[in-house]
């Protein structure tokens, strides 16, 4: 089997992330998992304290460099970038090692649903199956062959759509398999914003995205809707 280490960006460490990392600690006892937060947090004197076995990094703030800060110190031959607010499902590393061992797959990911039901976010994971630039994104949990990731100059150091660039550049040297498990990520956005407006909004900003908008303009809109 190969090595795995785990990426985590996220914006500040929190109890519910902690739990979440004792989780999978225990699903996949072997792996090194790295979670990496802005540089230019505050300290507020009530951190949580991670589980023993995961090392904390501090970066750059944005999803693009704190990737690429645990990347820098990763020692698995396969990387996967999970976002703070998806939970991986049962046998998750059994699948992604069964997709590798097919020496065409550049990358992986999972399908995906939401922890709130609705017709609408049902509609949206179900598409998740497909790989395509509208459907492919880093909450499906990418994973990808490391010295890959090198030859292809690693992930952009974008705050926002690195993931979308990332799917680009391994679509050019390999192919990408969506595995048949899926990933639960938050709707709190969806929530929040109303799920047709929120897709709306997605919609419209990888569209700008895709026509040559800068991550970085595109995030402070992203940024100032939350």
């Not at 990731?149 to 040297?173: K, N, S």
């Not at 929120?198 to 900003?205: K, R």
Request: glycine fraction near 6%; charge should be positive.
């Amino acid at each position: 089997m190969p090595s795995l280490s785990i990426i985590v960006p996220t914006r500040r460490s929190s109890s519910t992330l902690c739990a979440r990392l004792s989780r999978l600690a225990r699903a996949l006892p072997d792996a090194q998992v790295i979670v990496v937060e802005p540089d230019d947090l505050a300290p507020t004197g009530d951190e949580p304290a991670l589980p023993a076995h995961v090392v904390r990094l501090r970066a750059p703030r944005g999803r693009g460099t704190q990737c690429n800060a645990g990347v820098r110190i990763a020692r698995g031959e396969l990387l996967m970038f999970l976002h703070d607010d998806t939970a991986l499902p049962a046998g998750a590393f059994a699948a992604v090692a069964a997709a590798f061992a097919d020496p065409r797959t550049a990358m992986t990911c999972f399908r995906l649903r939401f922890d709130r039901r609705h017709w609408l976010l049902g509609l949206y994971g179900w598409f998740s199956r497909f790989d395509s630039i509208w459907t492919t994104f880093g909450d499906q949990a990418m994973v990808v062959r490391h010295d890959l990731l090198d030859a292809v100059g690693g992930l952009p150091d974008w705050p926002l759509y690195e993931d979308v660039e990332l799917a680009r550049r391994m679509r050019r040297i390999g192919r990408i398999v969506k595995l048949p498990l899926t990933v639960t990520t938050s709707a709190v956005r969806y929530a929040r914003n109303g799920i047709v407006r929120q897709q709306l909004a997605n919609a419209v900003a990888i569209t700008r995205f895709l026509l040559g908008a800068s991550p970085w303009r595109l995030a402070a809109a992203y940024e100032g809707r939350r």
